[in-house]
């Protein structure tokens, strides 16, 4: 399975999942995941950058809604589609296109930064993806980006409840055995009732690697580790949402800021 056929699958879930999440089910990304991640963004106000893996644009307006100017490309022609129609309506200036991460579709060293939230750990070709995330973010840019965190979203995977059906504990196993496309089906868990009995799942090829693993592909790919966040909601969001409450026993979510050298410095690591 290659980036191409994990696209067709993202194509055939767009329609439900942009339904979906922008009905509010998607509660890990409202209320956990895309506010941790915007705190950690460093200052993007006048920057140029590309959002990729942008699904139907959500976060593409958040980060633009801070003053960066934005291209998103997603590999899905229904997300892309979803994306534009709301640029449309409410124009903040982003250009989305059609193009795959492991082929994006710009000069080198163009923008000012990269972001992708929750995408990277969907593209098999995950070293390609990065070494373009690389060439196309200028000397002294950024990458950064979100996953599913590789501890605890491992192959085998079972969350453990009290009497009151809160989670104590969340049992991992195969953290070693690296999924290649294995479809997982599912609909977000606040999916009222309703609509869960007459949408159809979600149909996602996983692919896993160790945190090892993710952290030696930046290092070789030439990025300098600049800070990492395991987002936990706060007492005060689980009572807002009590479905993220199982994010406080372990973490959910990796989030990664990595740089590419100024030119000198990247000398100076290649001829030491």
């Known amino acids: 399975m290659d980036h ?3 696209g067709q699958f993202w194509n055939e879930n767009a329609e439900v999942w942009t339904q979906l999440a922008r009905a509010g089910c998607d509660v890990y990304r409202d209320h956990l995941n895309t506010p941790a991640f915007l705190t950690m963004l460093p200052d993007v106000q006048g920057l140029e950058g590309v959002d990729i893996g942008c699904g139907e644009g959500h976060n593409t307006r958040l980060m633009a809604k ?14 892309i589609r979803h994306a534009r129609e709301l640029e449309q309506k409410e124009p903040l200036g982003i ?20 972001t992708a939230t929750m995408s990277l750990m969907d593209i098999p070709e995950t070293e390609r993806a990065l070494r373009e995330a690389f060439r196309v973010i200028r000397d002294g840019g950024f990458l ?5 965190h590789p501890c605890f979203d ?36 606040a999916t ?7 949408l159809p799942k979600f149909r996602i090829p996983r692919f896993t690697q160790t945190l090892s693993q993710w952290l030696n592909m930046l290092i070789e790919t030439g990025f300098l580790l600049e800070r990492v966040e395991e987002p936990r909601p706060s007492d005060d969001t689980v009572r807002a949402c009590p479905d993220v ?26 001829n030491p």
């Open 4 to 6: 191409r056929d994990v």
């Open 66 to 79: 801070k003053g960066a100017r934005l291209v998103g490309i997603d590999i899905a022609e229904v997300f």
């Open 95 to 114: 250009d989305y296109r059609i193009a795959s991460a492991v082929q994006l579709p710009f000069p080198d060293g163009v923008f000012d930064f990269a």
């Open 144 to 148: 950064q980006f979100s996953i599913t």
């Open 154 to 189: 491992t192959p085998h995977r079972r969350n453990l409840r009290n009497e009151q059906g809160q989670t104590y504990a969340i049992e991992v196993g195969g953290y070693f055995h690296n999924l290649n496309g294995e479809i997982s089906e599912w609909l977000f868990g």
């Open 192 to 198: 009222p009732k309703e609509l869960r009995q007459r």
């Open 245 to 270: 409450q199982d994010a406080q026993v372990v973490a959910h979510f990796l989030h990664i800021r990595a740089r590419k050298p100024a030119t000198d410095r990247l000398a100076a690591r290649l």
